[in-house]
């Protein structure tokens, strides 16, 4: 089993080029104080390496920063000036691009060498309060959700262990984490099979209800480190040095900020990042990943947040306008959220933002570039403030830990031209260009 838990770490910090030519989106943990960026992405036809020919212990934890930007030839922050909006472009085909991971590669729960859990083990204790759901009664709920499988005899006394971080896994690759098990034996790759089947079954009340229990384990398992991280950080503030962030602050006191498919990289945001008088809801179409956001904050005693499972594409508009509405990636996993988006900007509160994030790879930005691009220029031509900067870059560029694009609603309508608009959104792409010039894929990966 110890075989199936290395390829599980493996499988977040490789894109692997069998892995039908896919363009990764990973990154190391951000805003832990380690590194000033997050690792930039590496396609596989590029690295031409397999996953066996690198191991995680050969990764270092971040790249290295783009080079330094000759910030007075690219402008960063544009304020309005009026005119005429622009209507945005057709649909493009969707990018072949897309990211596997979104922000932060969680850690794979460690695979424990204890007890083996029995076949049909008794509920030692129910999951109420502060407290975890036992590996028996995660047995036992499984069995009745998938009767049928044989995961539980496969994997044994670490079978908890292996469901949470498969599923935890499928959750930022979708297939194509199950794609990469096809070279593991029959009997695993039919057991993560299972796993993923029981996760898809979202009406089935005995599927949700494993699931549910396992976010809910899962979240504990991860408490412990958060809360290392967040004392470091904390440390790492006292003694003067700056941790980037990656949620940039409401500009609204009091505001609704909703985060669009933050997946369970919101539980870092939720132990670090949060603001008092800020309501916060994290939405998710996983029932696993809204149990363990909804853990976390449980955990962390954050009650201004929650997470919401819902499908992004049938959000309705909120009663109370938004501070902020904050996508990170939700364009890669959700087709057709590109043109959800632009509905969604109306919801917006006058001085209220629209924050638009990437890991900073080439993949991601294009993909913005393309699936954003024609909203960005219309709202820009509305008299939206807009701003950039990129993670990692000096000066004003890296203010956080993502790259991050921000659009303010002006408080007073007005307008600009068309050709106004696309100057100023011209000069992101002229940025993107430099940066990806300069983008090297090996660079700090062996140290």
């Known amino acids: ?29 951000t805003g832990l104080g380690t590194v000033a960026a997050p690792t930039p992405v590496i396609s596989a036809p590029a690295l031409q390496l397999s996953p066996s020919a690198l191991t995680a212990a050969s990764l270092s934890p971040a790249l290295a ?12 922050v544009v304020r309005p000036a009026a005119a005429k909006p622009e209507t945005p472009g057709s649909d493009q085909a969707r990018a072949a691009g897309n990211a596997l991971f979104d922000g932060t590669v969680p850690s794979a729960p460690a695979i424990g060498d204890g007890p083996m ?6 509920e030692e204790r129910r999951s109420s309060g502060l407290s975890p759901p036992s590996e028996g009664e995660l047995v036992a709920a499984y069995r009745a959700a998938s009767p049928r499988s044989n995961a539980v005899e496969t994997f ?6 292996v469901a949470a971080g498969a599923i935890q896994k499928y959750t930022f690759m979708g297939n194509y984490f199950l794609e990469g098990l096809k070279s ?19 009406q089935d009340a005995p599927s949700r209800r494993f699931m549910e229990l396992l976010g809910r384990w899962n979240a504990f398992q ?13 440390m790492m503030e006292r003694l003067g040095q700056t941790v980037p962030r990656n949620l940039p602050p409401s500009p609204i006191p009091g505001g609704e900020y909703w985060d669009m498919a933050a997946g369970m990289n919101a539980q870092g945001f939720i132990h670090r990042e949060l603001e008092p008088g800020t309501r916060y809801s994290f939405f998710d179409y996983s029932p696993f990943v809204v149990s363990y956001l909804n ?22 508009r909120p009663a109370k306008p938004l501070a902020v509405l904050r996508t990170k990636n939700a364009v890669h996993y959700v087709p057709g959220f590109d043109k959800k988006l632009e509905t969604m900007t109306d919801w917006i509160a006058p001085g209220g933002q629209l924050i638009i994030q990437n890991d900073p790879n080439p993949a991601q930005r294009s993909m913005i570039i393309e699936k954003h691009g024609p909203l960005a220029r219309r709202l820009i031509a509305e008299g939206w403030a807009f701003e950039y900067g990129f993670s990692g870059s000096p000066g004003n ?40 010039r300069r983008f090297d894929p090996f660079a700090g990966l062996f140290r």
């Open 295 to 316: 853990t976390a904050a449980e955990l962390a005693g954050a009650k201004n947040a929650s997470a919401v499972e819902a499908d992004l594409l049938q959000l309705k």
């Open 156 to 161: 044994g006394r670490d079978f908890v262990a």
């Open 397 to 436: 560029w890296g203010g956080y830990a993502l790259d991050t694009i921000t659009l303010t609603r002006p408080a007073l309508a007005f307008e600009k031209t068309a050709a106004e608009a696309q100057r100023e959104w011209s000069s992101y792409e002229r940025a993107v260009q430099y940066l990806e």
């Open 1 to 29: 089993m110890k075989r199936f838990a290395a390829w599980i770490v493996a499988a977040a910090l490789l894109p692997a080029s069998s892995w039908a030519q896919v363009r990764g989106g990973v990154s190391a943990p």
């Open 117 to 122: 859990v029995p076949a049909s083990a008794p």
């Open 184 to 202: 593991q034996p029959l009997a695993i790759y039919r057991a993560a099979a299972d796993f993923i089947s029981t996760h898809d079954k979202r």
């Open 65 to 76: 920063a783009p080079a330094p930007l000759a910030a007075p030839a690219l402008a960063v």
């Open 222 to 234: 991860d408490h412990g480190k958060e809360r290392m991280i967040a004392m470091k950080i904390a």
